[in-house]
């Protein structure tokens, strides 16, 4: 008796009691009226656009272990344009949900972070031992920091800016310094070289060095015509040469943001000389002043 009725039990158990294998996503959103509601599953489109990403970036990483470096920078830049388009596509669309941040953020780490660093260590740093190893760790220490801090700062922050190098853009500078060197004799000298690269671009990236984030840009409304020609300019100089004028325009990137921090603490620094110049104006004025009235005191 008692087996027959655990199995009516059983087999009166409700559904949202019934777990599947791999567990449902459930998390909270809010609705069209402004209420939170519980949402089942995730969004598709700009998770699967994630995933594309997140394929580059290891592809890239296994690219590399086997020597095909070309490829692999190649890849690492595939997974950026792929990482721009997902929360486009997400806002877009209105697919943006709290699972698909926190995937994206993952993705980066091992598409900007952990494949770069592997990627640029088998082309170049290897042969300087574990100094090669230390700055590869470096950078996918300070990538994984980087993503961190703005995981933590983006609603505090302005999105006009990124403080410090974004991680897509410190990629770049590596994946291109590895294309345009792909099929170079890698010595001493030139590993040298890449180690500075991968430790200065890696630092920059925890750094508080401001750098425009394009996310204000308005891609629906009207530019100029000029603007037009000059993004046709800017295509067919990288088709020239893809990796050295992507290495150009990444390291012009990463140089603006010290560039404008420079020019900040120059125009401080004048307005800070220019009032101090104005202190030391007011009391000798008021000197003479009083130097002109002490002949006419006794009268």
């Not at 031992?129 to 700062?153: D, I, M, P, S, V």
């Not at 310094?177 to 010595?187: P, R, S």
């Not at 308005?218 to 603007?227: E, Y």
């Amino acid at each position: 008796m008692s087996e027959k009725k655990d199995a009516r039990v059983e087999g009166s158990r409700p559904d949202e009691e019934i777990r599947l294998p791999v567990d449902e996503h459930v998390e909270e959103e809010v609705s069209a009226n402004g209420k939170k509601v519980r949402a089942k599953g995730v969004y598709l489109l700009p998770n699967l656009i994630t995933t594309g990403a997140l394929f580059s970036g290891f592809y890239a990483i296994i690219a590399g272990m086997n020597g095909n470096f070309e490829a692999a920078a190649i890849a690492i830049f595939a997974a950026m344009i792929l990482d721009g388009l997902d929360g486009r596509v997400a806002r877009l669309t209105d697919t943006q949900s709290a699972f698909g941040v926190q995937y994206d953020s993952l993705s980066d780490m091992v598409s900007f972070g952990l494949a770069p660093a592997l990627v640029v260590f088998s082309w170049g740093l290897g042969p300087l031992g574990k100094l090669g190893w230390a700055a590869a760790f470096l950078y996918a220490a300070c990538a994984a920091l980087r993503l961190a801090r703005f995981n933590t700062q983006v609603d505090t922050v302005d999105k006009g800016v990124f403080i410090g190098l974004a991680s897509p853009t410190a990629a770049a500078i590596v994946a291109s310094m590895v294309w345009a060197g792909h099929d170079a004799e890698i010595g001493a000298g030139l590993g040298t070289v890449a180690a500075l690269v991968t430790v200065a671009a890696g630092l920059l990236m925890v750094s508080n060095f401001h750098y425009t984030s394009f996310k204000k840009l308005d891609f629906k409304g009207r530019v100029p015509f000029v603007m037009m020609l000059a993004i046709i300019l800017v295509f067919s100089l990288v088709t020239i040469d893809p990796p050295r004028v992507l290495l150009v325009i990444a390291i012009l990137y990463t140089f603006s943001g010290p560039a404008i921090w420079a020019w900040g603490a120059m125009r401080g620094r004048q307005k800070g000389g220019d009032s101090s110049a104005d202190e030391m104006r007011e009391p000798a004025q008021g000197a003479d002043s009083k130097s002109d009235a002490k002949p006419t005191d006794p009268e």
